[in-house]
Antibody, heavy 117, light 107 residues
Framework: ELHLLESGGDLVQPGESLRLSCAASGFDFPNYAMSWLRQAPGKGLEWVSAISGRADNIYYADSVRGRFTVSRDNSRNILYLQMSGLRPEDTATYYC??????????WGQGTLVIVSS | SYELTQPPSVSVSPGQSARITCSGSALPKKYVFWYQQKSGQAPVLVIYEDTERPSGIPDRFSGSSSGTVATLTISEAQVDDEADYYCYSTDTNNKSVFGGGTRVTVL
């Protein structure tokens, strides 16, 4: 059974950093692209970042490029999102999702990040 | 920037059909994917590549696309289908875009 479990969400002040993790199980993690997406409270979905199975292709939304870094540890089946220079508008529930063979074909339950002073 | 436009809300009576549209200028050349998000839960893929249904998704969910408009149809809607529905596609530069979402109410 597929399972994705996000962790690392917290309340942080503007300008601070945070690292999110997503532990994957139930599928051959190294062979699948993964994405991070987010949803601000009461708002719609926004794609944040994507990484290929071997991490040789990485993409970012314009809103986070230069501040967020996606990575993965295929030996431990974990996806990461390092977030720096956090802003109030980054406040959201962050989801990891399996990104193949269809876009976002399986999602975790999300972790909440609040950026506030 | 590229946008996908959905109606904010759709209401349907139980047993009737609900249709949710998604409009975008690149849709004649790009696939549309549909996601269902029930309150407090993570999204679930219900339609991929315009018309295909993942395993486990009831056949009352169907998708179509014509020109710049894609449509998700929920036939014989049930109370359990109440949720927010989001379309997703990419622009001509393969940038990911979600529609604003449509809240479906079954009453």
């Amino acid at each position: 059974e597929l399972h994705l479990l996000e962790s690392g969400g917290d309340l942080v002040q503007p300008g601070e950093s945070l690292r999110l993790s997503c532990a994957a199980s139930g599928f051959d993690f190294p062979n699948y692209a993964m994405s991070w997406l987010r949803q601000a409270p009461g708002k719609g979905l926004e794609w944040v970042s994507a990484i290929s199975g071997r991490a040789d292709n990485i993409y970012y939304a314009d809103s986070v490029r230069g501040r967020f870094t996606v990575s993965r540890d295929n030996s431990r089946n974990i996806l990461y999102l390092q977030m720096s220079g956090l802003r109030p508008e980054d406040t959201a529930t962050y989801y990891c999702a399996k990104d193949a063979p269809r876009p976002f074909d399986f999602w975790g339950q999300g972790t909440l990040v609040i950026v506030s002073s | 920037s590229y946008e996908l436009t959905q109606p904010p809300s759709v209401s349907v009576s139980p047993g009737q059909s609900a249709r949710i549209t998604c409009s975008g200028s690149a849709l004649p050349k790009k696939y549309v994917f549909w996601y269902q998000q029930k309150s407090g839960q993570a999204p679930v893929l219900v339609i991929y590549e315009d018309t295909e249904r993942p395993s486990g998704i009831p056949d009352r969910f169907s998708g179509s696309s014509s020109g710049t408009v894609a449509t998700l149809t929920i036939s014989e809607a049930q109370v359990d289908d109440e949720a927010d529905y989001y379309c997703y596609s990419t622009d001509t530069n393969n940038k990911s875009v979600f529609g604003g979402g449509t809240r479906v109410t079954v009453l």
